[in-house]
């Protein structure tokens, strides 16, 4: 069962926030009012199944695929160029060994055509290829290099400002969480991704690596709690 998420609380934020985003970040709250927020629709999800993601995967393939190398990193054309397998591979409905062996076969299938016609697709799918091998080089990491639960990877976050607990301080643990969550932080990249992430339940890399780098470095909220609310959400 869900538990229901703490009310925002507006007010003056402790002297551990980052003294450069301070006065931008105390300024800019919107108005927490649900008009403010994006209605989520159940349907506007993604279904998460072994039929749903081969028929994603085939899209992409043969449709989608074409744009993926200069698209990518645009919340704009991201949704149509990029691949949407990543909560299919991450529940488990589509291995990677299938994505890799159906996008080597499609691009043996793409060599056999003009090259001058087929060489945007022939880029972008052996784009696309070497990042089924960066998230398992990234998996690996996390076996290789374990004290990553504990410690900061850039070196210049161990000694920063401490990460805000909701057991040290609960109201503005809750305040910047809440904030982050609904899209209300002020910082329009920030948000606009944050609502797009609740009303559709999926973002570009590029825009989640943005989210979570944003609220573990500059709301000083623990990864832990990051985790579980991003995690959360996918399971709708």
Not at 42 to 67: A, C, P
Not at 158 to 182: F, M, Q, T, V
Not at 197 to 220: D, E, K, M, P, V
Request: charged content about 25%; some cysteine; overall charge positive.
């Amino acid at each position: 069962m869900m538990q229901e998420r703490p009310k925002s609380h507006k007010g003056k934020l402790s002297a551990s926030f980052p003294e450069k985003l301070k006065n931008i970040f105390q300024d800019k709250f919107y108005d927490n009012s649900e008009t403010h927020r994006p209605s989520i629709s159940e349907s506007e999800y993604m279904n998460v199944s072994e039929r749903s993601g081969n028929l994603i995967l085939k899209d992409f393939l043969n449709n989608r695929g074409q744009k993926y190398r200069g698209c990518i990193s645009s919340m704009n054309r991201a949704t149509e160029a990029c691949s949407r397998l990543s909560a299919q591979i991450a529940w488990g409905s589509l291995s990677l060994r299938t994505v890799l062996q159906e996008c080597d076969k499609r691009i043996e299938e793409i060599n056999t055509k003009d090259p001058i016609t087929s060489k945007h697709w022939r880029f972008s799918l052996v784009n696309f290829r070497s990042r089924l091998f960066w998230h398992s080089h990234f998996v690996q990491k996390l076996e290789n290099q374990v004290d990553m639960e504990f410690n900061a990877v850039n070196k210049a976050f161990r000694s920063g400002l401490p990460c805000i607990y909701a057991e040290i301080d609960n109201c503005e643990h809750n305040k910047r969480l809440e904030a982050w969550l609904h899209g209300e932080t002020g910082f329009p990249a920030i948000d606009a991704a944050m609502r797009y992430y609740q009303r559709y339940g999926w973002l570009n890399f590029r825009s989640r690596a943005i989210i979570t780098s944003f609220a573990c470095n500059a709301l000083r909220l623990p990864w832990q709690t990051v985790l579980y609310e991003l995690s959360e959400d996918n399971n709708v």
